[in-house]
């Protein structure tokens, strides 16, 4: 597995070695002991699947008290996938990264606990997949503003109204959300 640092540390893009013939491909998606070797000695105690529609825009979301790490990968379809760093003491506090994600080039995304995170759907549909670090705790689900201005996250919108939970859309920005302490 390839191993891409990004802009924002501790956030990794990971490209899964592929072995593939004229019946398919096989890939390697998580070994522990490789993850641990390369700084990522999470445990992980979910797994979580979303099918969305083109169009559909999921997110920024994140939690307070029970921060989940995650390890994100497109199934099927296209993904423009987005972390939003909210850890206080980084040097890159509110500063955002995002990268397609897709069946075909079978990328997957490492977003450390203290992130805020959230997809656009590119292609007609998209299942995303992703491994969690903590339990999901309802309560503890928080938003941001997906168009905050003061994050300015470059969306590749196929048109500017996307597909919205009413959550989402009434999410608080930046500068007046609870954030992790």
């Known amino acids: 597995m390839k191993i891409e640092s990004t802009p924002i540390p501790g956030l990794l893009l990971l490209e899964p070695a592929v ?6 491909f096989f890939m390697e998606t998580w070994r522990e002991s490789f993850f ?35 390890l994100v990968r497109v199934v099927r379809g296209e993904v423009f ?14 500063q955002w990264f995002g990268a397609p994600l897709s069946e075909e080039n079978k990328r997957q995304l490492w977003i450390p606990p203290g992130f805020a995170h959230g997809f656009y759907v590119l292609g007609e549909s998209a ?10 705790h309802p ?12 994050i300015g996250i470059e969306w590749p919108l196929l048109d500017p109204a996307p597909m919205l939970s009413e959550r989402d859309r009434n999410a608080p920005p930046l500068s007046r959300a609870p954030l992790p302490h």
């Open 36 to 70: 641990s070797e390369h700084g990522i000695p999470h445990r992980f105690v979910q797994d979580n699947h979303s099918r969305s529609l083109r169009g559909a825009l999921r997110g920024l979301h994140y939690q307070l008290e029970y921060p989940q790490g995650k």
């Open 139 to 150: 309560e503890d689900d928080h938003s941001l503003l997906w168009n905050d201005p003061e």
């Open 81 to 94: 996938d987005v972390a939003v760093d909210l850890r206080h003491q980084s040097a890159t506090f509110g």
């Open 127 to 136: 299942d995303l997949c992703y491994k969690c670090t903590e339990y999901y």
């Open 19 to 24: 072995h593939g013939d004229a019946r398919g």
